[in-house]
């Protein structure tokens, strides 16, 4: 079975050709329609890593939402994509503990090695004596 990816991204920042190459590298690829629906998906059945695009870290309730993730799935792989431009809301992000926070535009081959870095990193944190 695939390893299963959510993805809670607008279009611009993880478009097409992005969830294309993940599932080109093996991943089943879904997409949520927010932050909310991620959370609800998550909780329902833990998907293998969670890609979340931040637009506004302090605008729109996303970061809570996703603090809460955090708090509820603490080991879950999570790739940030973020568009803020400030010390305070790289911080926020960082916060998270993400296996990788990046910057928007991501290219589809960035983010497929940022899903597998997550996982490899989550395997290293699960595997005994480490």
Same mark, same amino acid.
């Given at each position: 079975?695939?390893?299963? *990816?959510?993805? !809670? %991204? ?10 294309? &190459? #993940?599932g080109d +590298? /093996?991943? @089943? ?5 927010? &932050?909310?629906?991620? =959370?609800? !998906?998550?909780?329902?059945d833990?998907p +293998?890593?969670?890609?979340v $695009? ?8 996303? #970061? ?8 509820? %799935?603490?080991? =879950?792989?999570?790739?940030?994509? !973020?568009?803020?431009? !400030?010390?305070? %809301?790289?911080? &926020?992000?960082? +916060? #998270?503990?993400? @296996?990788? =926070?990046?910057? +928007? ?8 090695? %940022? *899903?597998?870095? &997550?996982?490899a ?7 005994? /004596? $480490?």
């Amino acid at each position: 079975m695939k390893p299963r *990816v959510l993805v !809670s %991204a607008p279009c611009e920042d993880v478009g097409q050709p992005a969830l294309a &190459a #993940l599932g080109d +590298a /093996g991943f @089943a690829v879904h997409r949520c329609p927010g &932050a909310t629906a991620l =959370l609800e !998906s998550v909780m329902q059945d833990r998907p +293998a890593a969670v890609i979340v $695009s931040v637009s506004h870290p302090y605008g729109n309730g996303e #970061l809570q939402i996703f603090r809460l993730l955090r708090r509820v %799935a603490t080991d =879950l792989p999570l790739v940030v994509i !973020s568009k803020g431009d !400030s010390i305070p %809301a790289e911080r &926020a992000l960082r +916060a #998270l503990d993400p @296996a990788y =926070l990046a910057l +928007a535009p991501v290219e589809p081959g960035e983010l497929v090695e %940022a *899903v597998r870095g &997550a996982l490899a990193r989550a395997r290293l944190r699960l595997a005994p /004596g $480490s």
